[in-house]
Structures are given as C-alpha cells and as structure tokens.
C-alpha cells in the first residue's frame, strides 16, 4: 500500500495491521520519531484487527490535556534543584580527590564505604531527584497513556498472586523508608532533630522484622512469575521501541505478559532483594571480619539505590503513566484494548486459545 494510502487509511480512522513477528514495524518514522530510524514499515493490506465500531471506547488518548501552569513550575523548579544538588555533588567529589581531600589516595574499596557510607543520603537524594525530575518532565511533555476500563476485561492476575504482589510492594515500601531513617539518623547534624540513636534503632527493627515478610514475598513472586519472566527475543524488541512511551503515537507493543521493563524490575527486586536480605544479615548479626562487612555494605547500599530508582519507575508506570492499570493489581483485571495495544503478543495468544 503506498504511504499516501496509508496516512489517508489512518485519518479515516482505520488502523493498519502489521504482521506481530515482523520488526519492520517497530521502526516506522511517523510511528516512533527517532534520530537512529531509517526502515519503513511494510503494511500489509488486510482489513483493520479491531474495527472502530465493534470497539468504541478503545482509542488510546495520549497527552491530549496541555500542561498547566502550575506543573511547567514544578517541573522547572525540579531542573533547578537537579541541577544544583548535582553541581554539589560533582564539586564534592573533585575536592575529595584533590591531594589533602578527604578520599585522596584512598583505593576504590575505601572510597565507596566512605561515598556510600557518610554520603549515601546525598546519593539515594541525587537519584531519587534526578528521576523525579525525569519522570515529571515525561509527564509534562508526553502525558499518560489512557484505555477503556470497566469493559471488556480479562483476568490476568490471580487473588493468591495478587496478595503476594501487595505484600511485596507494602514490605518494600517500608524498607526503604527505614532504610532512609537509618541513613539519616546516622547524618552529622540530622540526628540531634530527628532523634538520633532512637531513630536508628526503632528504624533497624522495623527493617529487620520487615525483611522476612519481603523475602517470603520474593521467593513466592520468583518461583510462580519464573517462567513469564525469561527473557525473549520479544523483549529485544520492546527496548528498541522504549515500550513505546516516548511516542504519543498509537502502536502495538511488542510484549507477552510481560514486557521488557517489568522483567527488569522484577530481576532485580527478586535477586537483588535476596541479595540484599542476606547482606543486611551480615551487617544486622555483625557476621564477618570488618573488612568484609565494607564489602558487604557497599554491596548492599549500591544494591537499595538501585532498587530506590527502579522503584520509582514503577509507582509511576503504574500510577500515572497508564492510566488504570494499578486496578489489575486490586481486581486483577485489564482491559482487553491496554492488552491488545502494550502486551501485543500476550493478546494474540489469548485470542489464538479461544481464552478472549
């Protein structure tokens, strides 16, 4: 079909279909504007796979409210302090290693225990500011995503699985926030106003008791998604096209159950929580030599900031940047639309067994 046929195609309101194995399509220039784009798709000239009138409600609205004045402040006011909080930090670390400076001629093992010892809160507020400053612009510029809800749904996720999901985000959510009271309980000048030694006890067993309802949540999550969560050549796809959330464009993600991010995330909150249970054993019950407990905390801090960011990236995904979707994780449930347009493979395979 020429290109002229096909943009006349689109703005009838029809869409075109594209063949779910045939990467040519992942790289089409209107539908994914992007500087490493050269190939155009091929469309194939069947009939459209969802016709407008047998779904009405399923146009994806993407970022169709402008931005308001109050949030092109925030989002500026979130550069400033970036940008300011970095600047520190690059000045920090280039007198630290000037001669005289606090990590001059330390070796790399030295230097992180004291990076991510004495400066850690610094770090995780670094991360956590730069993302925060990331995501609002992501918001800002492209906005969210938005599906039919409420009708014709599929259960995706089941009752056992999502309970064991919630006690996983829940104990998460505390750690982190202990953790953070242990760092800045620790702080010089921070103590005395936040309670000091108090504050880093009560945050240490909160944290402590915390770690056994996530690690039995981890293991759960591991053994039941291990299977859905392989990685596979879909996957390689999925990160060319960035998911497809820096497009306002409606296209078809190429995705089983689970797309590439979420794999990610979940790799890292299942092992690296593991990891993290067992190197905060180490330095909770005092296990080792104190050379190897430096080790140990640096594995382990490096590990939380980690799993901070990524964290935040998925509270956003789920809350803001589609809309609805944090309900698949209360009634397990999404909306047959969302699975047809962001989990394309995963919608083609419930059609394929009748399961639609």
């Known amino acids: 079909m020429p290109k002229n046929d096909a943009h006349a195609a689109r703005n009838a309101g029809e869409e075109e279909r594209t ?6 399509w992942v790289f089409e220039d209107d539908e994914f504007d992007t500087a490493a784009t050269t190939a155009r798709a091929r469309p194939l000239e069947e009939p459209p796979l969802r016709p407008d009138e047998d779904t009405p409600h399923s146009v994806v609205a993407v970022g169709n409210a402008p931005p308001g004045i109050l949030s092109t402040v925030l989002v ?38 004291l990076i991510l010892g004495k400066y850690l809160l610094w770090v995780v507020a670094g991360v956590g500011l730069a993302l925060a400053t990331a995501l609002s612009l992501h918001y800002h510029l492209l906005g969210p995503k938005v599906f039919a809800h409420g009708q014709d749904e599929v259960t995706v996720f089941s009752r056992v699985t999502r309970i064991n999901h919630w006690l996983a985000a829940l104990s998460c959510t505390v750690l982190i926030v202990t953790g953070i009271g242990i760092m800045v ?17 009560l945050a240490r067993h909160v944290h402590a008791a915390t770690t ?30 960035t ?14 159950m689970f797309n590439a991010g979420q794999k990610m995330w979940f790799w890292l909150i299942t ?6 249970t067992a190197t905060g054993a180490a330095m909770f019950f005092i296990f080792g030599s104190r050379e190897f407990l430096g080790k140990v905390a640096i594995a382990h ?4 900031i980690a799993i901070v960011a990524m ?40 059609e394929e067994h009748g399961e639609l």
């Not at 550069?79 to 001669?99: H, N, T, V």
């Not at 309980?185 to 006890?201: C, K, Q, R, S, W």
């Not at 998911?243 to 089983?256: C, D, N, T, V």
């Open 271 to 276: 092992l690296g929580g593991l990891v993290m």
């Open 311 to 350: 964290y935040m990236v998925h509270v956003y995904m789920a809350v803001f940047a589609i809309r609805g979707t944090l309900g698949s994780m209360l009634h397990g449930k999404k909306g047959r639309d969302e699975l047809y347009v962001l989990h394309s493979l995963y919608h083609d395979e419930l």
């Open 212 to 241: 056994i309802v996530f690690t039995v949540s981890v293991v759960v999550m591991l053994l039941g998604w291990l299977t859905e969560m392989l990685p596979r050549m879909a996957d390689l796809r999925w990160l060319m096209v």
């Open 19 to 24: 063949e779910p194995n045939d990467l040519s």
């Open 301 to 304: 801090n490096a590990l939380a």
């Open 185 to 201: 309980g620790g702080t010089p000048g921070l103590e005395a106003i936040l309670g000091g030694n108090e504050v880093i006890l």
């Open 243 to 256: 998911g497809g959330y820096l497009s306002r464009k409606r296209q078809r993600i190429p995705a089983h």
């Open 76 to 113: 500026l006011i979130l550069i400033g302090l970036s940008a300011g909080l970095g600047w520190w930090g690059y000045r920090l670390a280039s007198s630290g290693f000037e001669e005289g400076g606090a990590l001059a001629g330390l070796g790399w093992q030295d230097a992180s225990v």
